[in-house]
T-cell receptor
Framework: LAKTTQPISMDSYEGQEVNITCSHN???????ITWYQQFPSQGPRFIIQ???TKVTNEVASLFIPADRKSSTLSLPRVSLSDTAVYYC???????????FGKGTMLLVSP | NAGVTQTPKFQVLKTGQSMTLQCAQD?????MYWYRQDPGMGLRLIYY???????DKGEVPNGYNVSRLNKREFSLRLESAAPSQTSVYFC????????????FGQGTRLTVV
């Protein structure tokens, strides 16, 4: 299973764009990059998943370079309600479990 | 849409007591999971069930047992609770395989005194 490395914490202000980068140097051919978000006192929720290039949905964008050894979750114009822990996972359909690291604690201030 | 429902939401146990945490999903998912989360930590997998009728140990299975009662329900049992099991417990489900979206319950906050 590919190991991921992401910053422990990040600070931002309302209205700014936030980019959280995740390193996954030993990603395998069949691995997908997936991000989850966890608000305090809640379970994680799926945000976005990608294999290569760029994926965008109503919540975020995910940028994946050609070598796929890293990925960047981009949150446009964050608000206070985006304060949460963001987890980067590298997942493979051949495995059955989800392994979470400590994630990145994003604090958005007024 | 109920999604993943966990009961109870809160529980206080005395050391040595037993209890079962219940989890049910209404999305016809094959895979179900139990995690624990301690303050400032990520989620750690206790047990999982890749499909109905199968269960496997995760990262921290000691002190726990599970039952996949049917496709909908996956329960977690603490036979003899210890203070080290004080944690927030999350149940999750997904269609099958790692890269399918997992849905989490709201959690059970368990305190063992």
């Amino acid at each position: 299973l590919a190991k991921t490395t992401q910053p422990i914490s990040m600070d931002s202000y309302e209205g700014q764009e936030v980019n959280i980068t995740c390193s996954h140097n030993n990603i395998a051919t069949n691995d997908y990059i997936t991000w989850y978000q966890q608000f305090p006192s809640q379970g994680p929720r799926f945000i976005i998943q990608g294999y290569k290039t760029k994926v965008t949905n109503e919540v975020a964008s995910l940028f994946i370079p050609a070598d796929r050894k890293s990925s960047t979750l981009s949150l446009p114009r964050v608000s206070l309600s985006d304060t949460a822990v963001y987890y980067c996972l590298v997942l493979n359909s051949g495995y059955s479990t989800l392994t979470f690291g400590k994630g990145t604690m994003l604090l958005v201030s007024p | 849409n109920a999604g993943v429902t966990q009961t109870p939401k809160f529980q206080v146990l005395k050391t040595g007591q037993s209890m079962t945490l219940q989890c049910a999903q209404d999305m016809n998912h094959n895979s179900m999971y139990w995690y624990r989360q301690d303050p400032g930590m990520g989620l750690r997998l206790i047990y999982y069930s890749a499909s109905e009728g199968t269960t496997d140990k995760g990262e921290v299975p000691n002190g726990y047992n599970v039952s996949r009662l049917n496709k909908r329900e996956f329960s977690l049992r603490l036979e003899s609770a210890a203070p080290s099991q004080t944690s927030v417990y999350f149940c999750a489900s997904s269609r099958q395989g790692q890269n399918t979206e997992a849905f989490f319950g709201q959690g059970t906050r368990l305190t063992v005194v």
